[in-house]
């Protein structure tokens, strides 16, 4: 049995829900078009990932076998649905730019894998504990593809309205299209593994 | 009499790969004499800079990854050449260097280098420009075609349009050296004139410099293409109706690159449906 600081560790980089176990790409491709959205998305991912996991290893011993998924499914969509409601009303802009990919966050593998996996087998702290370090994973990793497409796609970073960086090149209009998605972020994987492979020889 | 034991193939022949490729390189430069012969010095340029970063970019890639640098020369040369050509010669240098990196990089070496690539190298790479610069890649579409202006086209802005008639010249020379069969052109004129035929619809760059040289050099890549005779034909038909569909809705050049890298990544799939099968094999319990 490890210890809740290590669960919280393996979710940053051996086990990166992105690069690693390449979960969640539906999302973390249509949202990281642009930095803000990709901000927005990892920080309602960790919210849903940790509230939910905790909840279900609360409720762990009550929750009968035979209909563990079916369960699952409502807390965690419960957790969405809040999400959404709150972003709706104070973020409007943003909620519309994610559109129907933060509903989605419900369906998303990485919540549903952790909660199945992980979070209904072991004690809330842990599971607090994993679920921080894999939503923070998530949001680094999708922070990470939409900062290279947002600098090379448009030329400039834009959060919220005041534009933090911006620089002279043509922007490439590939990058945010969906196959700038899809080759930013298999080369990002190559990187990572690379990495990876250095660490552990 | 000598009696050799070995595996096949049984039927050998003195073509091998370097000169297969070689061969190819040699078809190209009809067309490149022409273009720097309109373009002089900037067409010049616009190659040499495309096959100088095709050639850097595989060196930094065998590089990264750990490998003795290699630069295979001919593909190299294939795939520079091919993506100079299509490229406008007023085109600014960086356009070409992008290209030539995107080619070989991303194209080519990370599905897993020559012979492995799913896509034409240079083909993607010229979609790649197309869609990210489309201010410095796009041109004029030409309309108008006459003898002369099939032999030398003054108004060509793109290379391989310099000289369309030169561009065939090549294609013929691999026609005739038999390098190139007749088997995806046949599938790809037919699946370009029956639509047409059928809208009564006129179609101008069937003397197109781009149009001969995807014809020719493009869609015959044997890496890229299927490898039975039947396969070849639908990959080309596949080609042709898609250049037709797409050139009715957006410009000839997008429909031809955009036609050619969704054949290509459809060709495992034809590989695997025109697979010939062992006649004996039918109804046998094998």
Redesign the interface.
């Given at each position: 049995m490890s210890s809740a600081p290590l669960e919280f560790e393996k979710g940053l980089f051996t086990k990166h829900p992105i690069f690693h176990m390449t979960l969640g790409l539906c999302t973390a491709l249509a949202v990281s078009i642009l930095v803000e959205n990709a901000i927005a998305m990892g920080l309602a991912t960790i919210f849903v990932l940790v509230s939910s996991n905790l909840l279900i290893s609360l409720l762990k011993d009550q929750i009968p076998k035979e209909i563990e998924l079916p369960t699952f499914l409502v807390i965690i969509g419960a957790f969405v649905t809040f999400t959404e409601i709150t972003l709706k009303a104070f973020l409007p802009q943003i909620h519309k730019a994610l559109g129907i990919y933060l509903p989605l966050i419900a369906v998303n593998c990485i919540v549903l894998a952790r909660v199945q996996s992980f979070a209904a087998r072991t004690t809330p702290k842990k599971a607090v504990a994993d679920g921080l370090g894999m939503g923070i994973g998530y949001a680094y990793g999708i922070l990470i593809i939409s900062f290279i497409r947002e600098l090379f796609g448009n030329g400039s970073i834009v959060i919220l309205g005041r534009s933090i960086f911006s620089w002279g090149i043509p922007p490439t209009e590939l990058l945010v299209l969906p196959p700038g998605g899809f080759i930013v972020m298999g080369l990002l994987l190559a990187v990572f593994t690379h990495i990876e492979r250095r660490r552990q020889p | 009499m000598k009696l050799v034991v070995s595996p096949p193939p049984f039927i050998k022949k003195k073509r091998t790969t370097s000169k297969v490729l070689w061969s190819v390189v040699i078809a190209l430069l009809p067309p490149v004499v022409a273009a720097v012969y309109l373009f002089r010095l900037p067409g010049l340029l616009v190659l040499l800079t495309c096959v100088a970063s095709c050639a850097l970019t595989e060196a930094a890639v065998n590089r990264v990854s750990g490998k003795k640098i290699h630069i295979p020369l001919a593909p190299t040369l294939i795939t520079g050449i091919i993506l100079g050509l299509l490229l406008p010669a007023k085109t600014p240098l960086w356009i070409p260097f992008i290209g030539g990196v995107f080619a070989i990089a991303?194209a080519k070496e990370?599905f897993g280098g020559h012979g492995s690539n799913i896509f034409n190298p240079a083909i993607a790479a010229w979609v790649?420009l197309m869609?990210?610069?489309?201010t410095?890649t796009l041109t004029q579409p030409i309309t108008f075609y006459d003898f002369g202006s099939f032999l030398l086209n003054r108004q060509a802005e793109r290379l391989v349009e310099a000289s369309p008639a030169f561009v065939l010249l090549g294609g013929m020379f691999l026609f005739l050296t038999r390098l190139i069969k007749l088997d995806v052109q046949v599938g790809f004129l037919l699946g370009v004139y029956l639509p047409l035929t059928l809208l009564r619809a006129p179609f101008a760059p069937w003397f197109s410099g781009i149009f001969i040289l995807i014809l020719f050099f493009v869609i015959t890549d044997p890496v890229t293409s299927p490898i039975t005779k039947r396969g070849r034909l639908i990959f080309g038909l596949g080609c042709g109706l898609l250049v037709v569909l797409y050139s009715r809705f957006a410009n000839l050049e997008d429909g031809l690159g955009l036609a050619v890298l969704l054949m290509n990544a459809l060709v495992p799939l034809i590989d695997r449906f025109t697979k010939p099968r062992p006649l004996l094999l039918e109804g046998m319990n094998v």
């Open positions: - | 991303i990370a790649f869609i990210s610069w489309a410095d």
